[in-house]
Structure formats: structure tokens, C-alpha cells
């Protein structure tokens, strides 16, 4: 939070908001935006993980929630 003083008063400035006064309309992710260089198998999950975080209005996933996106998308642990 960031604040400035004015003639003895305090005023906030949400540097979060755009010049236009509003916040961006692009969510931060956890993870990184570049998808070139991922396998096949590794793009569908960041898009796997993507939709879920949408739809569940999470900017960051739990550990438990990255693995219920694994399973949703048929992966099973074999052999222990």
C-alpha cells in the first residue's frame, strides 16, 4: 500500500489501476505465459491448470487442486 502525503492528510494511490482508473482486466498467473517450448503433454495441463483457476476464480492452486486437474485429465499413478 502506498501512500503520500498531502498537507497533513494521507491519500491512497492504488498503483494497481490502469491510467484509465481501472484495474487490468488480465488476470497474473502462477505460472509463466510461454508455451513454445512445452510437450504436447505439458500444454494441455497449463491449459488444464488455466481452466481450472478460471473457472474457480483462483489466481493461485493448491497442491490438491493441481492434482484433482491431473486426475480430471486421466492420469494415474502406476506401480508403488
Known amino acids: 500500500m502506498t501512500t503520500v502525503a498531502t498537507n497533513d ?5 492504488d498503483r494497481r489501476t490502469g491510467a484509465s ?3 487490468p482486466g488480465r488476470e497474473r498467473r502462477q505460472f509463466g505465459d510461454s508455451r513454445e517450448e ?3 503433454e505439458a500444454r494441455a ?3 488444464a491448470i488455466d481452466s481450472y483457476k478460471l ?3 483462483r489466481r493461485f492452486i493448491t497442491y490438491e487442486e493441481m492434482l484433482a486437474v491431473i486426475k480430471s ?5 502406476q506401480g508403488m
Open 9 to 13: 492528510t494521507m491519500t491512497f494511490i
Open 21 to 23: 482508473g481501472t484495474a
Open 38 to 40: 512445452l510437450s504436447p
Open 45 to 47: 495441463l497449463a491449459d
Open 55 to 57: 473457472a474457480h476464480r
Open 73 to 77: 485429465l486421466g492420469y494415474v499413478k
